[in-house]
């Protein structure tokens, strides 16, 4: 089945500096990568997604890449505020049924 | 539109009880998922259902889990008898043709 890493575990940065969270898959049929936010005591949100016919992807300071070939893709976030701080998860999801499989994900501290 | 509703949100109970949860999806979301996110880790997914059929209950640990989604909509998640080790949070998504999850805001079950 599909394994996915990420890494760092734990990310801290000064407000206004950017943030990159990297995470490798090993199944190459996987198709779609989306990116989650939580919060503590919520469920995770998605903040940005990618499928597997782009290379790269943007949304105002958040962006996310895509290296099909090497199989690993990453999320990521310029400006930081502190408003960012939270476990982000990255995700790849294969299959006809489209299962989901999560990273271990990245707890990121913004520093005011 | 309204989010994916989970009930109860916390709940504390002694080992060898049993314990069940709820989740009702977005309404047209014909995918279901169940997944049990432990401290400190990504969620794991737990069983997939497309509408009322189970897709995937690969993690399933069939000796004490059980899950059915009748008539394609709602879904509980039951454990019996419940160990120490499931103590976690259990999350509930739906999606609809392969687009993202949605999450619920999830169930903190606490076995003492």
């Known amino acids: 089945g599909e394994n996915v890493e990420q890494h760092p575990s734990t990310l801290s940065v000064q407000e206004g500096d950017s943030a990159v969270i990297k995470c490798t898959y090993s199944d190459s049929a996987s198709n779609y990568f989306p990116w989650y936010k939580q919060e503590l005591g919520k469920g995770p949100q998605l903040i940005i997604d990618i499928r597997s016919n782009v290379g790269e992807k943007k949304d105002q300071r958040i962006a996310v890449t895509l290296n099909k070939t090497a199989k690993h893709f990453s999320l990521h976030i310029t400006e930081t505020q502190p408003e960012d701080s939270a476990v982000y998860f990255c995700a790849a999801t294969s299959g006809g049924y489209q299962k989901v499989t999560f990273g271990t994900g990245t707890k990121l501290q913004v520093i005011p | 539109e309204a989010g994916v509703a989970q009930s109860p949100r916390y709940k504390i109970i002694e080992k060898r009880q049993s314990v069940a949860f709820w989740c009702n999806p977005i309404s047209g979301h014909a995918t279901l998922y169940w997944y049990q996110q432990i401290l400190g880790q990504g969620p794991k997914l737990l069983i997939q259902?497309?509408?009322?059929?189970?897709?995937?209950d690969s993690q399933l640990p069939k000796d004490r889990f059980s899950a059915e989604r009748l008539k394609g909509v709602d879904s509980t998640l039951k454990i019996q008898p419940a160990k120490l080790e499931d103590s976690a949070v259990y999350l509930c998504a739906s999606s609809h043709r392969n687009t993202e999850a949605f999450f619920g805001q999830g169930t903190r079950l606490t076995v003492v």
């Open positions: 259902f497309q509408n009322n059929g189970v897709v995937d």
